[in-house]
């Protein structure tokens, strides 16, 4: 191949989701923020976390899996992910370990 010849670029084929689907998870996504807000407004005692962070995470997997392309993304993709939210998990046990066992809680170990 010499300088002269020009470059071909060939483009490797990738997932173009239709717009139809974007606007549903956007509608999905408003949905879940005022169920939050239905929620936020409703006294359900300790269930008000539970709801909330329900709630909280069907929206993020929506965003994740769409607007981030990892539904349609190679298994590497799902690894990155998948050790994203293991790596999380271990933030939040260290974190409430070290919250639980505090003594100004009553009901904990000291």
Do not use: C
């Not at 509608?27 to 923020?33: D, F």
């Not at 359900?44 to 993020?60: D, S």
């Not at 505090?102 to 170990?109: E, F, K």
């Amino acid at each position: 191949m010499s300088s002269a010849e020009p470059r071909i670029h060939i483009a490797t084929p990738h997932h173009v989701a239709p717009t139809k689907l974007y606007y549903g998870v956007f509608g999905a996504l408003i949905v879940g923020t005022i169920l939050t807000v239905v929620a936020a407004s409703i006294d359900m005692g300790p269930l008000n976390n539970v709801v909330m962070l329900t709630i909280a995470v069907t929206k993020a997997t929506l965003v994740v899996l769409y607007f981030m392309h990892v539904r349609w993304g190679s298994r590497l993709t799902w690894v990155v992910v998948a050790s994203g939210f293991f790596w999380l998990l271990i933030m939040f046990t260290f974190t409430m370990t070290d919250y639980l066992s505090r003594g100004w809680l009553q009901g904990t170990l000291r």
